[in-house]
């Protein structure tokens, strides 16, 4: 098993990098969020990786953090999810997003996921809630509260990460409406 590599940065592709460790280009495949932070060609990387093995391929993926490493695992152990579909919940949402849109159940945040349908969002929730849930509780709690704000800012066109991180900035009153969320979550994007 390769748990890391560290090397130079050889070569960006949409999808992924060649990192150089000791002459030995590896290709290697990882989410947008990881691959944002590698900076430019001939740059020294460090990747936590995963080898996925198959009877006919051998393919190696990266992440910029253990965490995120771990969350790549832990959703590929979920039968008919593959290493490309996570890659794919990873590039939508960060880990803490996703960590938390399991851990409460929001099914319609995992849907924005390109190639996650409803019966793939509830399989997702039934067989990692319990195993995710643990390290989101007091996120999800807030998250729980305003799944409603971030479905309809997804439903406008925002990515999970620009909702969630526009609900993060809602004061905690109880009192506001689920038009004033929005509202307020709204200004969020036009104060940037």
């Known amino acids: 098993m390769i748990a890391s590599i560290n090397g130079k940065l050889e070569a960006l592709s949409g999808d992924g990098a060649v ?3 000791g002459g030995v280009g590896f290709q290697v495949f ?38 995120e490493l771990e969350l790549f695992q832990v959703l590929i152990s979920i ?30 945040l995992l849907t924005v996921v390109p190639g996650v349908g409803k019966k793939m969002a509830n399989r997702i929730v039934l067989e990692l809630k319990e195993k995710i849930g643990a390290g ?3 996120t999800a709690e807030l998250v729980q509260e305003n799944a409603d704000v971030l479905a ?15 609900v993060a900035t809602l004061p905690p009153d109880q009192n506001l409406t689920l038009e004033d969320k929005v509202k307020l979550a709204l200004g969020y994007f036009g104060g940037k």
């Open 79 to 108: 039968s008919g999810l593959g290493p490309k579909l996570a890659l794919a919940m990873l590039s939508t949402m960060d880990i803490e997003q996703l960590g938390t849109a399991i851990a409460t159940g929001n099914t319609e």
């Open 136 to 138: 989101w509780v007091s």
């Open 30 to 67: 990882m989410p947008t969020s990881t691959l944002s932070k590698l900076g430019t060609v001939g740059r020294e990387v460090k990747l936590y990786t995963h080898l996925h093995l198959r009877e006919d391929n051998a393919t190696l993926y990266g992440f910029a953090s253990p965490e």
């Open 19 to 21: 990192v150089n460790v």
């Open 152 to 166: 309809a800012l997804t439903a406008l066109g925002y990515s999970a990460t620009e909702a969630g991180r526009a």
